[in-house]
């Protein structure tokens, strides 16, 4: 009888620990980062410098992480628009780039940065 109640007091707590943890919770803050780009309603990207693009996922992970480009002279004004061929970004995938009144240019993905950075606060520099 002692037992069962020593086993009781013991096994509830953890158990209740372990239903309310989230699988965000578990999951590590470093891991990398998968961008959807296989809709346009999927993500949210914008020129943060003259060859460099930040890019977050619209719905989930909404962590934006710097990738690199072959895009010549991006201007914040620019509209960004992504291509995947698989569910994450990755190197070689394509960079649409519009410009109002102006004519656009496709390039590739060049590098895609592993230290993610707030895509709100994050401040467009043209050096």
């Given at each position: 009888?002692?037992?069962?109640?020593?086993?009781s007091l013991i096994a509830v707590?953890?158990?209740?620990?372990?239903?309310?943890?989230?699988?965000?919770?578990?999951?590590?803050?470093?891991?990398?980062?998968?961008?959807?780009?296989?809709?346009?309603?999927?993500?949210?990207?914008?020129?943060?410098?003259?060859?460099?693009?930040?890019?977050?996922?619209?719905?989930?992970?909404?962590?934006?992480?710097?990738?690199?480009?072959?895009?010549?002279?991006?201007?914040?004004?620019?509209?960004?628009?992504?291509?995947?061929?698989?569910?994450?970004?990755?190197?070689?995938?394509?960079?649409?780039?519009?410009?109002?009144?102006?004519?656009?240019?496709?390039?590739?993905?060049?590098?895609?940065?592993?230290?993610?950075?707030?895509?709100?606060?994050?401040?467009?520099?043209?050096?």
């Open positions: 009888m002692k037992l069962a109640v020593l086993f707590p953890v158990f209740a620990q372990t239903v309310v943890r989230s699988p965000s919770d578990a999951a590590p803050p470093d891991k990398p980062l998968c961008v959807d780009a296989t809709r346009g309603d999927n993500y949210n990207a914008r020129p943060i410098s003259r060859h460099e693009i930040l890019a977050r996922n619209a719905i989930g992970d909404m962590r934006g992480v710097r990738v690199a480009t072959t895009c010549i002279h991006l201007d914040r004004a620019d509209t960004v628009g992504l291509r995947s061929f698989g569910h994450c970004l990755r190197l070689g995938d394509d960079v649409v780039v519009s410009v109002l009144g102006g004519r656009g240019q496709t390039c590739k993905v060049t590098g895609i940065g592993l230290k993610t950075e707030d895509y709100g606060t994050a401040k467009f520099n043209p050096d």
